[in-house]
């Protein structure tokens, strides 16, 4: 089976023990997690889980199905790259002396839009944002000019190509749906 690399979104209430809730869900169908993004989102109250995986279409569509059974997740969706606008950063600390030994340092900062941050006699900090494909190209030519101290990369942040949030709608909806039981009552 070819496993496709995809995107989960979940929008949850901000309650403690939940992202080991929603990581247990990944341990029990035997999926690694590539990366794991935790933040509030624009809507108070409502935290986003941007989390990736390599796996099918039909093990994704029962991960989100156990996901949304959680009682304090909102909404669960996945997504592939082509539905998504997605990002990284990365963090390069190269040792100066070497880097600035080499002419082709700083043609490597240019032609992958990165920028250096940070310079002291002893190391330098460069910082690229982008795609995980540049992030680990530029990670890799840096590597072959012998400099690279250290590495470090984010999880992907990523929002959908269409322009509404279904947890917005949803939000709605609930909201609604409440109104109209307060009503009854």
């Known amino acids: 089976m070819d496993k496709t690399l995809y995107t989960l979104i979940v929008h949850s209430e901000n309650i403690a023990g939940l992202l ?15 990366s794991l993004n935790v933040s509030a ?8 889980y941007t989390i990736t995986a390599w796996t099918t279409q039909d093990v994704i569509e029962k991960v989100v199905k156990q996901i949304e059974k959680k009682i304090d997740v909102l909404q669960a969706h996945y997504f592939t790259d082509s539905e ?6 990365a963090l390069y600390k190269v040792s100066t002396p070497e880097f600035q030994g ?16 940070e310079v002291n006699p002893v190391f330098s900090i460069v910082e690229k944002n982008g795609v995980s494909e540049d992030i680990t190209a530029l990670y890799e030519e840096l ?11 984010s999880g992907r942040v990523a929002i959908t190509t269409s ?8 939000l709605i909806q609930r909201e609604e749906k409440y109104r109209q039981k307060k009503e009854e009552a």
């Not at 080499?102 to 941050?117: Q, T």
């Not at 590597?143 to 990369?153: E, K, P």
């Not at 509404?164 to 949803?170: D, G, I, K, L, M």
């Open 41 to 48: 989102s624009s809507i108070k109250g409502v935290h986003k």
């Open 102 to 117: 080499n002419p082709m340092g700083s043609k490597l900062i240019r032609r992958y839009s990165a920028r250096i941050v």
């Open 143 to 153: 590597r072959g000019l012998g400099c690279v101290l250290q590495f470090v990369r």
């Open 84 to 89: 998504i606008y997605q990002h990284e950063i």
């Open 163 to 170: 322009c509404f949030e279904r947890v917005n709608e949803y």
């Open 20 to 34: 080991n809730q929603i990581t247990a869900v990944f341990t029990r169908q035997q999926i690694n997690i590539e």
